[in-house]
């Protein structure tokens, strides 16, 4: 790599949605926590008049590499005809913000690096596009609407300290509350299990949306839900809001609960996050660390994160 160049680094967090799933699209307030591990972005000028982009996991593996146009960000040759079309779309959705912001450029050589496994669904996309529009200096919900879509709470997270607020008004435009503390008195018996089934959330979204049409009384419920879990002191309080959580989306949705798919005899409860039936569910224990732990491992589930070691 040439270092005549200076180097630009830029580095965005991870997200989990803990309240509200579906439903934030339509206005109800959500809970969401960004992750202690992000993805990075380097960006080094050169001089040869195409884009060289070069993506890595968190092993260290380079999963995505291609040459792009400047200043087009028309994709020249990639490994993964997709990945090159979604980056060349992201290319022309950033420059409809910011007009002249590739032609300043006589070339680019641009790294990505992740931190966490790609798999986890932690927010690959979220933190690729939050640190290209710090980069550009554009408005990254806007950039995420004009790429992707969805409600916006990874981009608020990518960025924040600590847990937050999310919701979007009747423009949907985006309001964010920073929430300091979280569970601080039982935070030591949550627990994060990967669940390892990678779900498409635009099937959730598009399942949601032929679910429920125009349930205002549902959106306030969620709303009042997130308020609750943000004000809740003790853990068997805690676990009565993921019931009746659970409850609701599972009855919007028509779909069972994680719990009752593959944890029918756990002891605590458990909450899907984000995506139904997918990457992450959070876990309840009033039991040791090593029980519970070997309790998932036993389901056949290795990945068990105690809540403190991800969540920021």
């Known amino acids: 790599?040439?270092?005549?160049?200076?180097?630009?680094?830029?580095?965005?967090?991870?997200?989990?949605?803990?309240?509200?799933?579906?439903?934030?699209?339509?206005?109800?307030?959500?809970?969401?926590?960004?992750?202690?591990?992000?993805?990075?972005?380097?960006?080094?000028?050169?001089?040869?008049?195409?884009?060289?982009?070069?993506?890595?996991?968190?092993?260290?593996?380079?999963?995505?590499?291609?040459?792009?146009?400047?200043?087009?960000?028309?994709?020249?040759?990639?490994?993964?005809?997709?990945?090159?079309?979604?980056?060349?779309?992201?290319?022309k959705a950033i420059q409809k913000q910011n007009p002249g912001f590739l032609q300043q450029f006589q070339g680019l050589q641009i790294e990505t690096r992740l931190e966490f496994p790609r798999l986890w669904g932690l927010g690959t996309s979220s933190t690729l596009i939050a640190n290209l529009a710090q980069w550009a200096g554009i408005d990254p919900f806007i950039l995420l609407k004009n790429t992707f879509g969805g409600s916006g709470y990874d981009i608020a997270c990518a960025q924040a300290n600590g847990p937050i607020l999310y919701q979007l008004d009747e423009q949907k435009r985006p309001t964010v509350k920073n929430r300091r503390m979280l569970f601080e008195m039982f935070a030591k018996r949550l627990y994060f299990i990967y669940l390892g089934k990678k779900q498409d959330s635009r099937e959730g979204i598009a399942r949601y949306r032929e679910?429920?049409?125009?349930?205002?009384?549902?959106?306030?419920?969620?709303?009042?839900?997130?308020?609750?879990?943000?004000?809740?002191?003790?853990?068997?309080?805690?676990?009565?809001?993921?019931?009746?959580?659970?409850?609701?989306?599972?009855?919007?949705?028509?779909?069972?609960?994680?719990?009752?798919?593959?944890?029918?005899?756990?002891?605590?409860?458990?909450?899907?996050?984000?995506?139904?039936?997918?990457?992450?569910?959070?876990a309840t224990s009033d039991r040791s660390a090593e029980e519970t732990k070997f309790y998932f491992n036993e389901k056949g589930f290795e990945t068990v994160i105690p809540f403190e070691n991800l969540v920021l």
């Not at 992750?35 to 996991?57: H, P």
């Not at 380079?62 to 792009?68: S, V, Y």
Request: proline residues 4%.
């Open 211 to 282: 679910k429920v049409q125009g349930q205002p009384q549902l959106i306030d419920r969620i709303s009042n839900l997130t308020l609750e879990f943000v004000e809740c002191k003790d853990l068997s309080h805690f676990e009565v809001l993921i019931r009746e959580h659970e409850a609701i989306v599972a009855e919007t949705l028509e779909l069972p609960r994680a719990k009752a798919l593959y944890f029918q005899d756990f002891w605590g409860e458990v909450k899907s996050l984000g995506a139904w039936g997918g990457d992450f569910v959070l």
């Open 1 to 91: 790599m040439q270092h005549d160049s200076p180097i630009l680094k830029f580095h965005s967090k991870g997200k989990l949605l803990l309240t509200a799933e579906y439903f934030v699209l339509d206005g109800a307030l959500a809970l969401a926590l960004p992750t202690k591990l992000g993805q990075s972005l380097q960006v080094v000028e050169n001089e040869t008049k195409t884009i060289t982009w070069k993506s890595f996991d968190a092993d260290d593996n380079p999963w995505f590499q291609g040459i792009f146009d400047l200043p087009s960000g028309e994709c020249l040759s990639c490994n993964d005809i997709e990945t090159g079309n979604r980056l060349t779309k992201i290319f």
